[in-house]
């Protein structure tokens, strides 16, 4: 795990439309569990998609540990940035049942490596009973532990989740939090999350960043996540 | 900067063989252009003199014409079959399509034979109850023959387009027209047309660019057109510049209609505000209005599809065992065989441009698709004299290898070869192939890919890994419709074709232009069996789209 530094990064879909990033400036250090809460279309998915090296950002520097990811010069392409993203709707492939969907990201590994990662992850996230599934066999909060597990498969210097609580209801999303903060505080996982609901952020990250009108600040920290187990 | 990081990002295989693809189908069409700059020739003086005129008329006349016939019986058909209720309404619903299995230029000389003096109607009407019909009444021919054929055979792509189009996005506009008060007529030219115009306009164009490319009606019943008048100056006067000149003009004329739809579609917006629209609820028929209903529709089905059928059935019978020779199984290998080769070219160059186009999200990617299918639109023998005249200055570049090979100065080695037919059959059929992979594309969330690459894989990986599976149907059914267009294919391979080499399409006319009708039944039938599985693909898919 590393320590993610972003320097003035800005970015615009096309080039006569305004800026939605506007030189942003960020750092989550190693092992932090990161929440961004904003509006829709204020840019938090993007930055996300910017980190993850979907997007070509129009300036600024992006840097994980030593290695920068992006410069005016470089852009290491996302297959060699070593970050893990857990999508909106999980994106896990339908023709792969769970347990080959974890396995994806583990092509370099020897068969023997990747089917001890395999059943590590199936473990970690409580789903080895459902390992020969196809995902349209599994329930949402399911989706959502093998999308997690999938992103964790690899093991990425940093993981990214973009709005993950979206596609369950009240009830399952209140206990997967606390799962997911759990086998986030596990695996020492840095982990940025962007949310437009404040319970979803309280309830897991150590730190919040908040995005109104462009403006990117730190969110009062009085009710985190952190702060709930310092009572504890 | 950016522009340079983004050009270095998505600059890989995929794009750049994308674009060598799409050069190599865009060239014969770009040649057949460059004609018009070329010096003229004696023969075009005399052709643009005295025969240019009655070519552009006879083409313009029959566009006209089966255009807005069909479109005519197309759009009422649709709203019958969409609006009303009415016995066998459900099996007209996909039945009206089957007259696209029949190929006009089968029909033509199926219904040429069966209207004439000695045919079947008129000789039943004449043994059986010894009615006579007066000279001319039902035999067709000329323009009015190739009017009757085009329009009947052609009409059911208004209709399927249409009909979609109502079952589809119509049920709340039409609903709301009805509890306006407006009803039959009023309902149907104040609401139903209207609303429906850019599919009518779709169908309509599609019947314009199959009469346009359209060789094998015409000249079976002697329609001068732009089309019979490429053949005509290249086998007739063996002048290929000026053919090359009639189908630079007739380009132009395409070009024209292209940007007319452009424009006749240019303010509609009003396809569907939302995507779940209401189904439309029948009106149901009753007494005379039921009966005339099923009536109609049942009068076009058998003239448009059991009739003709029927005939070849009994045709067939006659002489199957004389044309079902040794000779007839090679010419069965030679049209799967062509067919196979050409579409697997046209499957491999759709996905590989496909994938280049999702990949690289600029405006110039979606310019390379539209570019790469523009041959659906460009008439069979304007496709070839493009094709030919590259494949004669590739084999004069090619000529000091070939010496070399042993061949003779001047040897004429890939344009001899079947290489030349299925680089015409590769760049006509190329939106076919194309249209299903994009298609197939569209339904993959573009966060499969992103995941994919996200967990280390490259566009390669993901393309074998994910895309690919995910795409398997959507390439079969690609695959099987451009096969069976390349099987149906006439006047490319009448061009094209190397010396000898015969397929069902070229057998099947040949047979008819020699007056042995009966003969030409069998490949025929074989032909309409083979286009038949094509419109079953077409239904099916429409039929997941609906639901």
């Known amino acids: ?232 | 900067m950016r522009a340079s990081k983004i050009i270095r990002r998505y600059t890989n295989g995929w794009l750049i063989a994308s674009l060598l693809g799409a050069a190599a189908i865009l060239l014969p069409i770009l040649y057949v252009m460059s004609g018009l700059l070329r010096p003229v020739n004696e023969n075009w003086s005399a052709v643009k003199a005295y025969l240019l005129t009655d070519y552009v008329l006879g083409s313009a006349k029959l566009v006209l014409s089966t255009g807005l016939l069909a479109t005519f019986m197309g759009v009422l058909l649709a709203w019958l079959v969409v609006g009303y209720t009415f016995p066998l309404r459900r099996f007209y619903r996909w039945a009206l399509v089957l007259p696209l299995a029949v190929p006009p230029y089968i029909a033509a000389y199926t219904y040429g034979t069966m209207t004439s003096y000695t045919g079947i109607i008129q000789s039943t009407l004449r043994n059986q109850f010894d009615i006579r019909l007066p000279h001319g009444l039902i035999e067709l021919s000329s323009t009015r023959g190739a009017m009757f054929t085009l329009s009947i055979f052609l009409f059911p792509y208004v209709f399927l387009l249409m009909r979609t189009y109502l079952e589809r996005q119509s049920g709340s506009y039409i609903e709301n027209g009805r509890l306006l008060g407006r009803s039959g007529w009023s309902l149907f030219t104040r609401v139903v047309l209207p609303i429906s115009r850019p599919a009518i306009i779709a169908g309509a164009m599609l019947v314009t660019f199959e009469v346009l490319s359209d060789y094998g009606v015409a000249s079976y019943f002697g329609v001068q057109t732009i089309s019979t008048a490429i053949f005509q100056t290249w086998f007739g006067m063996y002048d290929i510049d000026s053919a090359m000149r009639l189908a630079a003009w007739l380009l132009v004329i395409i070009v024209a209609i292209f940007l007319m739809e452009r424009l006749l579609r240019r303010n509609r917006r009003y396809g569907a505000l939302s995507s779940r629209s209401k189904p439309l609820q029948p009106v149901r028929l009753r007494g005379w209005a039921a009966a005339a209903a099923t009536a109609g529709c049942t009068l076009v089905f058998t003239i448009g599809f059991a009739l003709p059928v029927a005939q070849l059935i009994l045709w067939t019978g006659w002489t199957y065992s004389k044309v079902w020779r040794a000779d007839f199984a090679h010419l069965l290998v030679n049209t799967l065989t062509g067919a196979a080769w050409a579409t697997i070219i046209v499957m491999a160059l759709a996905v590989l441009s496909a994938k280049a186009v999702r990949m690289f999200p600029l405006a110039g990617a979606y310019a390379l698709s539209r570019l790469m299918t523009s041959g659906y639109a460009i008439p069979g023998a304007i496709v070839a004299i493009g094709i030919l005249a590259v494949f004669i200055a590739l084999d004069g570049w090619l000529s000091p290898l070939y010496v070399w090979l042993g061949r003779a100065e001047g040897a004429l080695v890939l344009s001899m070869s079947l290489t030349m037919l299925l680089a015409g059959y590769v760049v006509r059929f190329m939106a076919t192939g194309y249209n299903a992979v994009e298609a197939g594309y569209d339904k993959i969330p573009r966060a499969y890919t992103e995941a994919a690459l996200t967990l280390g894989h490259r566009q390669g990986g993901v393309f074998w890994r994910v895309e690919l599976p995910l795409l398997r149907q959507a390439i079969l059914t690609g695959a099987a419709l451009t096969f069976i267009e390349i099987v149906k294919e006439l006047p490319l391979t009448l061009l094209l074709r190397p010396f000898n080499f015969d397929t069902l399409a070229t057998r099947a006319y040949q047979y008819a232009i020699d007056e042995r009708i009966y003969e030409a039944a069998l490949p025929s039938l074989l032909l309409v069996a083979l286009s038949l599985l094509s419109v079953a693909i077409v239904l099916r898919l429409e039929r997941g789209r609906v639901r």
């Open chain 1, 1 to 232: 795990m590393s320590e993610l530094n972003i320097q003035g990064l800005s970015y615009r879909y096309e080039r006569r439309q305004p800026l939605i990033l506007e030189q942003v400036s960020l750092t989550v250090r190693t092992g932090e569990i990161v929440g961004i809460l904003g509006a829709s279309g204020s840019g938090k998915s993007t930055l996300l998609r910017l980190i993850a090296g979907l997007e070509t950002p129009e300036q600024g520097t992006i840097r994980l540990g030593a290695r920068v990811l992006s410069d005016a010069r470089v852009e290491v392409p996302p297959a060699d940035r070593g970050v893990g993203m857990v999508f909106q709707d999980y994106a896990l492939f339908p023709h792969l049942c769970a347990g080959d969907n974890i396995a994806f990201g583990l092509h370099r590994m020897s068969r023997k490596e990747r089917q001890l990662r395999q059943s590590e992850l199936l473990e970690l996230t409580q789903m080895t009973s459902y390992a020969r599934r196809y995902p349209h066999e599994l329930s949402g909060g399911q989706q959502q532990r093998v999308a997690l597990a999938r992103a964790l498969a690899p093991g990425p210097s940093l993981l990214l989740m973009d709005e993950p609580f979206s596609s369950l209801d009240a009830e399952l999303r209140q206990s997967i939090r606390t799962e997911l903060r759990a086998i986030l505080r596990r695996t020492g996982t840095t982990c940025l999350l962007v949310s437009h609901d404040r319970e979803d952020v309280e309830a897991i990250c150590d730190r919040t960043l908040v995005v109104a009108d462009g403006v990117w600040e730190e969110g009062s920290a009085s009710t985190t996540a952190a702060d709930h187990e310092d009572k504890h």
